[in-house]
């Protein structure tokens, strides 16, 4: 069985979804659903018991304090560092933001994420623009 593993911005309301098995606001879940009902096993980086690690805190915030020196977008690093394990164990990874995504890029350019990266975009042109 396959597994996909879905990196999501930690919101409120994402949490409350995928505390709510039967709510119409799984919708904010990229069709995690969808994905299981199709034989998949699916992890997401929002299923840690007591929040990111500190060593991945404190990582992101230097990885984020570099990026801004030199002019580029950071991101959550600490879910993804955090989570990193986890992820690397799936077949696939699916980022659903930006805030996720590009850390995860980073990471998948640095060689520390192995599986294929699928990054949903979504409005990333317009604020480039």
Do not use: C
Not at 81 to 92: I, K, M, P, Q, Y
Request: charged share 20%; glycine share 10%.
């Amino acid at each position: 069985m396959p597994t996909v593993f879905f990196a999501f911005r930690d919101a409120p309301e994402r949490r409350a979804a995928l505390s709510a098995p039967e709510s119409l606001d799984r919708y904010r879940l990229f069709g995690l659903d969808e994905v299981r009902a199709h034989g998949a096993q699916v992890r997401h980086n929002l299923e840690r018991e007591g929040g990111v690690p500190l060593w991945a805190r404190a990582a992101a915030k230097g990885v984020n304090g570099l990026l801004r020196l030199t002019g580029g977008y950071g991101g959550d690093f600490a879910s993804a560092f955090g989570s990193l394990r986890t992820a690397n164990e799936a077949d696939v990874v699916f980022a659903t933001t930006d805030t996720v995504g590009i850390p995860l890029i980073l990471l998948k350019r640095a060689g520390l994420l192995r599986p294929p990266l699928v990054y949903a975009a979504i409005g990333l042109p317009e604020r480039l623009l």
